[in-house]
Structures are given as C-alpha cells and as structure tokens.
C-alpha cells in the first residue's frame, strides 16, 4: 500500500503537526474548537485536540500517582505494568472499534475524528481509574486494597 494513502502515518503526521502547531488547550478552548468548526479538517482538528487534552490530563494523574507513592516500590512495579499492560489493551482494543483503519475510504473523511474521540474516551475512563490512588476511598471500604483512605468527609 502506497504509504500517501496509509491512515496510520496520516494520522501520526496530523496529529504530530497539530501538536507542535498547538499548545495544550483549556477544555473551554476545545469547546470553542468545535463549536466554530465549519469543515471535517477543524471536526478532525478538535478531535485531536480532545485527545492531546485527555492525553495529557492522563500523564499529570499517572505522574502525581508514582510521586505520592514513591516510597511503595512494590506498587509502583506493579502500578507500571498494568499501565503498560493498559496501553497494549488500548491500542488493541482501538484495532477492535476500527478494523479497518488502514483503509482510507472506508470509515469515510470523519475517520480522523472519530479515531481521536474514542482514543480520549479510553483516556479519560483511565485517568477516572488512576485518580482512586490521589483521591482515596472512603474508609471502611474492606476491598480497597492499594488505594489510600479518603480525606474528604
């Protein structure tokens, strides 16, 4: 396949353009993004800028994370491993939704959008997962396991 045509190295180009062209943006931005977008190439823009947002919200929780545990090596171990084991997950689980992603045509101009859209959907439910290490659980909760004890009453 003619790699002009491959959607993977569209993709990563669109994408790594967009974030070299583009600082991280505020959610209101990113509202605003889609809200004023006219053509698919600004529909295909947002998304990609949802994506970067969600993307890097997931980097500062997963970082706060391995700080405020620093000293459970133990847990950071096996923290990492699933976070890996995470991303493998994610990125099969992408090729599950979009079989047919090296096809240009086939999910049609929107694609680009699309793929972003649900890449920050697995994002942020992932994020939702790392935040229980920041925020805690209530206490009694017999099943917490790793997870610290709420502050918040």
């Not at 992932?126 to 206490?139: A, H, I, P, S």
Request: charged share 25%.
């Amino acid at each position: 396949m003619n790699n002009y045509f491959d959607v993977n190295a569209n993709l990563s180009l669109i994408t790594s353009l967009l974030m070299l062209s583009c600082p991280a943006l505020s959610s209101d931005a990113i509202r605003t993004c889609h809200d004023e977008a006219q053509t698919q190439l600004d529909i295909n823009h947002c998304g990609s800028l949802d994506f970067q947002s969600a993307d890097k919200e997931l980097n500062a929780v997963y970082q706060a994370v391995l700080e405020q545990h620093k000293t459970n090596s133990k847990f950071l171990d096996k923290l990492k491993a699933a976070q890996r084991a995470w991303l493998k997950w994610r990125d099969a689980e992408m090729e599950a939704v979009y079989p047919e992603k090296d096809d240009p045509s086939y999910y049609g101009s929107s694609f680009p959008a699309c793929w972003s859209t649900q890449l920050s959907s697995f994002t942020q439910a992932r994020t939702k997962q790392l935040q229980k290490w920041l925020d805690g659980v209530e206490e009694g909760d017999v099943c917490s396991g790793s997870y610290p004890l709420s502050l918040k009453k």
